[in-house]
T-cell receptor, first 114, second 110 residues
Framework: EPEVTQTPSHQVTQMGQEVILRCVPISNHLYFYWYRQILGQKVEFLVSFYNNEISEKSEIFDDQFSVERPDGSNFTLKIRSTKLEDSAMYFC????????????FGPGTRLTVL | GQSLEQPSEVTAVEGAIVQINCTYQTSGFYGLSWYQQHDGGAPTFLSYNGLDGLEETGRFSSFLSRSDSYGYLLLQELQMKDSASYFCAVNNNQGGKLIFGQGTELSVKP
């Protein structure tokens, strides 16, 4: 069964450094998302992406964040200058479109900012 | 604001039935989803309700009442492997973001 994949599974970085989290959504899916989950808390929406542009973003998704779909398969989240509070699990998700109502989540990248 | 309320934790024994409730207040509503998460792993889709009524998928069922802004997840014949966190989530439009509740931690005891 097709699945969303994410790399790396763990990322440790120093405060102020840039990180890029990578995702390969399910092929032929049209909508892509990034969510994050701080340890012990709920999953929070960051940004959605459709038709090669951001369709919606949350208050969390400030100027330090950006997303890109550089080719037909990858979907990336960049954090320009990481802060301690960016430490969280980052999940990528994809959605095929009107044929279903399910968003499929990847296994996540655990980001630790020191 | 937008909020979803669900109990923080529930405990049940193997073989029992458990119901996890979710009430929501959102600026729009398209559907209610339920996800399972084991120990910080990926949220795994369980069930979806776009219309009022009951949806059944094996041991799991989900119910929605749009007029009451309320839904629940029903887990039957509980197994130890069902111990996990369960999240309800609302999306306001097709393809839109999911707004998650705080999650219910289910502990299944022998």
């Amino acid at each position: 069964e097709p699945e969303v994949t994410q790399t790396p599974s763990h990322q440790v970085t120093q405060m102020g450094q840039e990180v890029i989290l990578r995702c390969v959504p399910i092929s032929n899916h049209l909508y892509f998302y990034w969510y994050r989950q701080i340890l012990g808390q709920k999953v929070e929406f960051l940004v959605s992406f459709y038709n090669n542009e951001i369709s919606e973003k949350s208050e969390i998704f400030d100027d330090q964040f950006s997303v890109e779909r550089p080719d037909g398969s990858n979907f990336t989240l960049k954090i320009r200058s990481t802060k301690l509070e960016d430490s969280a699990m980052y999940f990528c998700a994809s959605y095929p479109g009107p044929s279903t109502d399910t968003q499929y989540f990847g296994p996540g990248t655990r980001l630790t900012v020191l | 604001g937008q909020s979803l309320e669900q109990p923080s934790e529930v405990t049940a024994v193997e073989g029992a039935i458990v119901q996890i409730n979710c009430t929501y207040q959102t600026s729009g509503f398209y559907g209610l989803s339920w996800y399972q998460q084991h120990d910080g792993g990926a949220p795994t889709f369980l069930s979806y309700n776009g219309l009022d009524g009951l949806e059944e998928t094996g041991r799991f069922s989900s119910f929605l009442s749009r007029s009451d802004s309320y839904g629940y997840l029903l887990l039957q014949e509980l197994q130890m492997k069902d111990s996990a966190s369960y999240f309800c989530a609302v999306n306001n439009n097709q393809g839109g973001k999911l707004i998650f509740g705080q999650g219910t931690e289910l502990s299944v005891k022998p």
